[in-house]
């Protein structure tokens, strides 16, 4: 079991997060969240959902009189229908695919099909747009005096455009000349901006990996983690392109400010299809150090400074059926063990040749990858690797996944690029309602890890525990002097629900006692306040008993923000 | 009382085609009377004519009495408001009314209009109740009254009302909708004007 999925199992925001699809927004809901204890905001919330809900909420089927029309339910308070032309008048509204309209009045237009509508209110499953006029026509709506927000109430985060287009049947939105406001502090302008309206603000602007299920993360950085970490991380810049989405990012961070060991970075990111670079800078007090890499289809050039790693070369992938044939090419240098003394340099040929197999039979699931690489160097040495990738799976009332990997070199490779480590791991994971289980047994280093977690689902959120064993650890972390081979951590946290209301806030504690030597390992507390556009964090987190080789003794206080 | 009947049924078949104050009855076979209540019965069915009104009745079955009323079964009824066919029928002197069941009901503003119900009044008022169909226009409703002098149907409750591809709902027990024919157009419109309403919506409570 590695480190990160550890540390992810610890975080139980991050695992419920990554298992538990979004909760709808049931009715039930409005009234806790009425009940807030956080009663100074309930005249604000009461006066902010005042002019934020819809004047007339009722459901476009049930209003008074409604009118079917190839686009979509349009429904009002009274109706004039002469045969060609129909007026909603004393509110309106329409309904269709992936959209609810409303407005004071609504024209329909039986010959051209066309509804139009002035002082339009649209709602889709992210947005709220307002609109001057709107005309629907062959399901596209489109609008001009555009304001668009995610935020559930007031529109402190907002799109404002001069048009848009809102294809329903694509669920394509384009906002033409548009500007993104916070607070009415305008972050950026766009030519043409291309919206979903299912998926979150942060995805349509590029700025959350593409099926992320993660909202937008603040792109700005301010913790304390053996110093002071502030500044500027990934933070996006609008290129100008039509696309609308940031393809650039910027990095300026100061990081272990105030520790004996400060690091001014700087750094530059930029993607486009198929072409990408990255560089970044650290100034430390032992000098310079650089790592980037610019990949244009199949060339490529990678850096590191600091572990001495340079390479200029290609690789491309061919898929030939279930076969993946990678050959490659490269001049580069390496520090093998991480240091100069142990430097190669050279030009290295190959190929990787990979079989993807995979069955499905009912909740039945085996997959079988093997791979093998022959590779040749500019030196009378050659570089051969086989192994693979075996799982097996179970899907059905309890999840039950059993896997082996094992890679085998002849001769270990020159460059860390077509290096395939030696390994061979065991491992299985059992996961029934509020239980998990995770073993993993690695036979080169002879080394055990298990993980036990129990979790109690409630209406509020979840108790969990879990318990985290290791024999016979490789990477032993160091306590009294003494090498610890064995390690026992059970860690006890809750996790609430995640934030649906407005102006509500909840705790995200946990504590782990090291069972082997007698003391509190960790303990850590998110506070989290959502507002109606976003969510705040701020959390505070300590290691008092280091349980992995890549963990230290120390504090952590975090800052966050995230859009809703 | 069956020598009587039987005399009765004699003396109709001598009288055929007599005039009943402004109704010309003809039976389709025998008409009998009853002496004792005047009322006369066309078993075999038969036509009568008001020649006033140009009222001209055709049923299966008939049962009248002078000055006072007509029933029917299976009865064809063509009147200056357009044509009727109901499974029954009962028509009332006084006051002046025409009430049916199983209606169908044909004019110049309606096609193949039926209900459950009709009510003919004779301020050429119609009030059909119970399943109010329509094909043209495409019209379901719960109660419906067709004034034909000013060419204004007004529907009442809950309607389902289709022109072309659009189809307009009334989606509530008050749901209101006035339909006028004008030029060959209808025009509907939800919005009923308050004198309209007043006049009409009453005669939806004598059915």
Redesign the interface.
């Known amino acids: 079991m590695g480190r990160l999925e550890h540390q992810a199992a610890l975080s139980g925001a991050s695992v419920r997060g990554a298992t538990r699809p979004p909760r709808p927004w049931p009715p039930a809901l409005w009234l806790r969240c009425t009940l807030s204890p956080l009663l100074p905001f309930l005249t604000l919330l009461v006066t902010s959902l005042a002019w934020a809900t819809p004047s007339n909420p009722t459901p476009c ?10 686009e979509g339910l349009a429904g009002g308070g ?6 060609e032309v ?1 007026i909603f ?1 004393d509110g309106a509204c329409l309904e269709t695919q992936g959209l609810r309209l409303q407005a004071p009045s609504l024209r ?1 237009d ?1 010959a051209s099909g066309e509804l139009t509508a002035p002082q339009i209110a649209v709602e889709t499953p992210r947005y709220r747009i307002w609109a001057e006029e709107g005309r629907i026509k062959d399901q596209v709506l489109q609008a001009r005096g555009i304001r668009a927000t995610t935020c559930r109430c007031g529109d402190n985060l907002r799109l404002l455009s001069e048009t848009l287009r809102f294809d329903t049947q694509s669920g394509e939105m384009v906002l033409e000349e548009s500007r993104l406001e916070v607070y009415e502090f305008g972050l950026a302008r766009f030519g043409e901006l291309r919206l979903d309206p299912n998926q979150p603000l942060g995805e349509s602007l590029g700025l959350t990996p593409t099926g992320a299920e993660a909202p937008l993360a603040l792109p700005v950085r301010f913790d304390f983690d053996q110093g002071l970490n502030v500044g500027l991380s990934e933070f996006p810049l609008p290129d100008g392109t039509r696309s609308g989405r940031f393809s650039t990012r910027l990095t300026l961070l100061g990081l272990r400010l105030g520790s004996p060991d400060p690091i001014l970075r700087l750094g530059l990111a930029t993607q486009e299809k198929n072409r990408r670079a990255s560089l970044q800078l650290d100034r430390k007090p032992s000098g310079f150090a650089s790592r980037g890499e610019v990949v244009d289809g199949p060339l490529f050039f990678v850096h590191d400074s600091e572990r001495g790693r340079y390479a200029f070369g290609l690789q491309q992938a061919f898929a030939l059926g279930r076969f993946t044939l990678v050959p490659y090419a490269w001049a580069a240098q390496d520090w093998r063990d991480g240091t100069p003394a142990t430097q190669e340099q050279g030009l290295a040929a190959g190929a990787e040749l990979r079989y993807a197999f995979e069955v499905q039979e009912g909740p039945f699931r085996f997959r079988l990858e093997p791979f093998g690489v022959l590779g040749f160097y500019n030196q009378p040495q050659q570089y051969l690797a086989y192994g693979g990738q075996a799982e097996g799976r179970y899907e059905g009332d309890f999840t039950l996944r059993v896997g082996y990997t094992w890679a085998i070199e002849s001769t270990p490779g020159r460059f860390w690029l077509e290096r395939r480590e030696a390994t061979q791991k065991l491992s299985a994971s059992l996961r029934f309602q509020g239980l998990g289980l995770e073993a993993q047994h690695d036979f080169l280093k002879a080394q055990t890890e298990a993980s036990l977690r129990v979790g109690f689902e409630q209406d509020y959120g979840e108790v969990w525990a879990q318990l985290h064993t290791c024999w016979s650890c490789v990477g032993k972390t160091l306590s009294n002097g003494r090498d610890d081979w064995e390690r026992r951590e059970l860690v006890l946290g809750f996790t609430p629900v995640p934030l649906s209301c407005t102006y509500d806030l909840n705790l995200t504690p946990f504590l782990g006692y090291d069972l082997l030597r007698q003391g509190v390992s960790r303990w850590g507390l998110e506070l989290r306040y959502a507002d109606c556009c976003f969510i705040w964090r701020l959390g505070y987190q300590e290691i008092r008993l280091a349980q992995h080789p890549g963990e230290a003794a120390n504090g952590k206080l975090t800052f966050g923000l995230e859009i809703r | 009382m069956k020598h009587w009947i039987l005399l009765f049924t004699l003396l109709s078949l001598v009288g055929l085609a007599s005039r009943f104050a402004g109704f010309e009855v003809r039976p389709r076979g025998n008409s009998e009377l009853d002496v004792g209540t005047g009322i006369y019965t066309l078993p075999t069915g038969g036509t009568i004519t008001d020649n006033r009104s140009g009222l001209v009745l055709e049923a299966r079955y008939i049962q009248y009495r002078d000055g006072d009323f007509i029933k029917a079964q299976g009865a064809t009824l063509k009147a200056k408001e357009g044509e009727f066919t109901a499974a029954s029928l009962e028509y009332q002197q006084k006051p002046d009314t025409l009430r049916m069941n199983g209606v169908r009901f044909s004019s110049k503003e309606f096609k193949a209009l039926t209900a459950q119900q009709g009510l003919l009044l004779k301020e050429d008022v119609l009030v059909l109740k119970g399943e109010v169909r329509s094909s043209d226009p495409v019209l379901e409703a719960s109660t419906l009254i067709v004034d034909t002098a000013k060419d204004q149907a007004l529907v009442l409750g809950g309607f389902t009302y289709r ?10 027990p008050d ?1 209101t909708l006035l339909l006028t024919f004008e030029g060959g ?7 009923v004007p308050a004198e309209v309403l007043n006049r009409l919506r009453p005669y939806a409570d004598k059915l």
């Not at chain 2, 022109?163 to 509530?172: E, F, P, S, V």
């Not at chain 2, 157009?185 to 919005?191: D, E, F, L, M, Q």
């Open positions: 089927a049930e209003q008074p009189y409604t009118l079917e029309t190839p009274n109706l004039e229908f002469d045969g129909a008048s329909y039986q | 022109d072309g591809a659009t189809t307009l709902r009334g989606n509530r749901s157009k209808v025009r509907a419109s939800t919005r």
